[in-house]
T-cell receptor, first 113, second 115 residues
Framework: DAEITQSPRHKITETGRQVTLACHQT?????MFWYRQDLGHGLRLIHYSYGVQDTNKGEVSDGYSVSRSNTEDLPLTLESAASSQTSVYFC????????????FGPGTRLTVT | AQSVTQLDSQVPVFEEAPVELRCNYSSSVSVYLFWYVQYPNQGLQLLLKYLSGSTLVKGINGFEAEFNKSQTSFHLRKPSVHISDTAEYFC?????????????FGTGTRLKVLA
């Protein structure tokens, strides 16, 4: 069965370190998204990609970057982790940009100390 | 600007009672509408979606939602809830804006089913 996986599931890091969260999907979807989920804010879009070599900033992109070198993977990098980036991060993919639902990974809980 | 409002952050309800989770959106153009459920320590999964046609949409686990264009609402309902329905529910819209589709999530409603 097709799926979307994230690793690691839990991560503790120190302020100032670079961290990369992995996202891998076997749906063969062109559209991939990264969100962070914080209490009271719901899901906020960090970055998204509509295909290989395409990346776009979402509403909370400062301090984050992504790259898309193939269809299956969209890693999220925190350039210099800050305590404000402590959150649960979700990766998602979708067949189309408009009328199709997004398929979510299980999430990565990141703590920055 | 487009937005999605889930007015209730938490909804407690007794088992076997009916429940309605409210969702309102603001958009002057056509939208596609979705409800997702998130169980503890899991990602979101689709409950149901409205694309076009009948305004009453049936989803998984006995949930249904009604699209009301005049009131710009897409409320989620279940006639009789179970303990296992305890979860967080997110409303989302997909709207065409600035030359592309934008997917917007509400802030979520935490449904707590009481025994």
């Amino acid at each position: 069965d097709a799926e979307i996986t994230q690793s690691p599931r839990h991560k503790i890091t120190e302020t100032g370190r670079q961290v990369t969260l992995a996202c891998h999907q076997t749906w063969n979807h062109n559209n991939m998204f990264w969100y962070r989920q914080d209490l009271g804010h719901g899901l906020r879009l960090i970055h998204y990609s509509y295909g290989v070599q395409d990346t776009n900033k979402g509403e909370v992109s400062d301090g984050y970057s992504v790259s898309r070198s193939n269809t299956e993977d969209l890693p999220l990098t925190l350039e210099s982790a800050a305590s404000s980036q402590t959150s649960v991060y979700f990766c998602a993919s979708a067949l189309t940009r408009d009328r199709q639902e997004q398929y979510f990974g299980p999430g990565t809980r990141l703590t920055v100390t | 600007a487009q937005s999605v409002t889930q007015l209730d952050s938490q909804v407690p309800v007794f088992e076997e009672a009916p429940v309605e989770l409210r969702c309102n959106y603001s958009s002057s153009v056509s939208v596609y509408l979705f409800w997702y459920v998130q169980y503890p320590n899991q990602g979101l999964q689709l409950l149901l979606k409205y694309l076009s046609g009948s305004t009453l949409v049936k989803g998984i686990n006995g949930f249904e939602a009604e699209f009301n264009k005049s009131q710009t609402s897409f409320h989620l309902r279940k006639p009789s809830v179970h303990i296992s329905d305890t979860a967080e529910y997110f409303c989302a819209v997909s709207v065409f804006t600035s030359g592309t589709y934008k997917y917007i999530f509400g802030t979520g409603t935490r449904l707590k089913v009481l025994a």
